[in-house]
């Protein structure tokens, strides 16, 4: 619930998707008041927490000192379980939060694909993605359909776990697309009828219309 008392935020990244359109749409999903710098870089390395982005500041209502937290999946939680897109249910929390490590498993399969020289290094590497990306969707598609195809991977409303599904497909699909063409060619046709509804959940929720409307409709793209 926001209050008078509730914080605002800044959140530093780069303009891009990457690892902090989730964070905007934690935001943004929660109603809270918050802006988005684009440090110049690296100029403004030495001046982060830990040299990366993205950062969020929490911007004090009582005189304390500004909260700074760094680390997009350490951010995400945070905000999270602050505006109740976790459950206060460690065991159910956790079933939402392994989404999310599991994605950073095929990020770096991903990674290394893209590494490979050798012709053998690039078919091992290839065989690996393939592997863990095709595990990864059977996973989270056999979620929603345990909970009912509701559009949701777990419970009847939006989640920590859907944001970040919607945010991880969104950057496959459109955001890594300008920095490795073909990326959105692999993607799409692995994508379910289970994520592409799930997808049109997120993006039917008014709340987060602004986000969407940004950084552009998923679901126009997807079903291409």
Known sequence: MVTTSTPS???????????????????????????????????EKPNQPFG????????????SPDFVICESGNIERYLARTYGFLPADLKKAALQEQVRDQMADVLAAFVVSGRAISDEDKKAAQKSLDEIFDKFIAVQSKNIQNNGNTGH??????????????????????GFE????GVSDYVKP????EIIKLISTVE??????????KSGNLSEVITV
Not at 52 to 63: A, F, M, N, Q, Y
Not at 190 to 193: F, L, M, R, S, Y
């Open 204 to 213: 039917a929720d008014p709340k987060l219309a602004k986000v969407v409307l």
């Open 9 to 43: 935020y800044i959140l530093r990244y780069f303009n891009l998707l990457g690892l902090a359109e989730s964070i905007r749409l934690l935001l943004t999903a929660a109603n809270v008041e918050w802006t988005e710098e684009h440090p110049e870089w690296p100029q």
């Open 190 to 193: 692995k994508v379910t009828p």
């Open 153 to 174: 991977l777990f419970g009847d409303s939006l989640s920590y776990a859907d944001i970040v599904l919607y945010a991880f497909i969104k950057n496959m699909v459109i």
């Open 178 to 181: 300008k920095f490795k063409p």
């Open 52 to 63: 990366r982005l993205p950062v969020l500041i929490e911007k004090s209502t009582d005189g």
